[in-house]
């Protein structure tokens, strides 16, 4: 047992240490958006549940449809020098909220991509849920080594085509600081590696193994999800490298659904998370879409995938076959007001026109500071176990 005082310590959105208490609240809070339906007993496996909208999804599902399931992340364990990471927290409340609502859920902390973490999941699968109605595929990662080759990828952010300048957000002890950031532009093979990694192989491999082991229920569906957003952050996103690996998750789905799955992917609207906070733009276009017209955060989308997803309400889809959770997000007249502020933005007026202290605030969060409630000056229990 190792209590101690931790404080958000870091640089830039980055934090070395996340609070214990903090993350719990965090899943408490998200939990508390939920309302519970009654539904018929099924079984989900979320890879990436524990962070951004992997974990609101891992929620909403237990919290709304009492979904059993098996989670899937890969986070570290807190040293002697450092806490765990935000992940791990989230998981061990997690893991405790799906207890005390009496669900079965296991967490598997293992690389998604090797297929020595296929095996052992698909063995408690078969063990501890008979088979899978629903699989939720939502990963962010920097690099993906592929166990059939030995080979490993590496993720890039940068634009396609043409080199592009964006505004960006960035924070000086605690004011914020308009940046211009300088985006290159990316080779094909670094492209071509972006897709590996972030893109819809892995995703299909997950159905096939599962597919392999009788292990698909009646019924089953499949869900990647993926994010377009606007056209302000377009040439970075949408365009630029990891737009790239979008699109292929997208086709992903569509051969899928070819072969004889349900398989779709799901554009949810922005939302501050681990992954999207490190994207030049991002902070700056997430602030001012606050500004404008607030957000749905990404349990209110989740409960909304989820009533699809169990077909208590009909799909939303687009003319491409993609849940659409984002619609709110691109309405023509948020998006026009959005892009004046954006415009508008200068180092003298970022903090009237964006909501640069909501967003800090909100980075702050997911390592578990910031959070109403919590007591940072008192000391709390950083050696958290994993749940078994």
Known sequence: MTERVVKPVGRGFLFLDSHPAGCARVVREMAAEVESRTAERRTALVIGSSSGYGLATTIAGLARYGID????????????????????????????????????????????????????????????????????????????TDPRNGETYQSVLKAIGAEHTTKSLAFDDGAPVLQEVGIEVATDDEIAQTVKVMGGEDWTRWVTALRDRDLLKPGFNTVALTYIGS????????QGSIGAAKADLEQTALKLAADGVTAMTSVNGAAVTQASSAI?????????????????????????????????????????????????????????????????????????????????????????????????????????????
Not at 79 to 88: D, E, V
Not at 117 to 144: M, N, W
Not at 231 to 238: A, I, K, N, V
Request: glycine share 8%; hydrophobic share 40%.
């Open 69 to 144: 399931g098996i989670g899937i992340c890969f986070e570290k364990a807190p040293t002697a020098r450092r806490t765990a990471t935000a992940g791990w927290y989230r998981t061990a409340e997690t893991a405790a909220l799906a207890a005390e609502l009496g669900r079965s859920w296991s967490f598997v902390n293992a690389d998604a991509f090797a297929d020595t973490t296929k095996d052992e999941v698909l063995d408690l699968v078969a063990e501890q849920l008979g088979g899978i109605d629903h699989l939720v595929y939502s990963v962010a990662a920097p690099r993906r």
């Open 231 to 238: 056209e302000l952050t377009g040439p970075l996103y949408r």
């Open 280 to 388: 030049p733009g991002i902070g700056l276009y997430v602030s001012l879409l606050h500004k404008v017209t607030g957000l749905q955060t990404p349990v209110e989308q989740s409960i909304a995938l989820w009533d699809q997803l169990t077909g208590e309400t009909p799909f939303d889809l687009d003319d491409e076959g993609r849940i659409r959770l984002d619609r709110w997000e691109l309405n023509d007249d948020i998006q026009s007001a959005v892009r004046a502020q954006w415009e508008s933005a200068t180092q003298d007026n970022i903090a009237e026109v964006a909501d640069a202290a909501w967003f800090l605030s909100e980075v702050r969060r997911l390592y578990g500071f910031d959070v109403p409630g919590v007591n940072y000056d008192a000391d709390t229990e950083v050696d958290v176990e994993w749940p078994s």
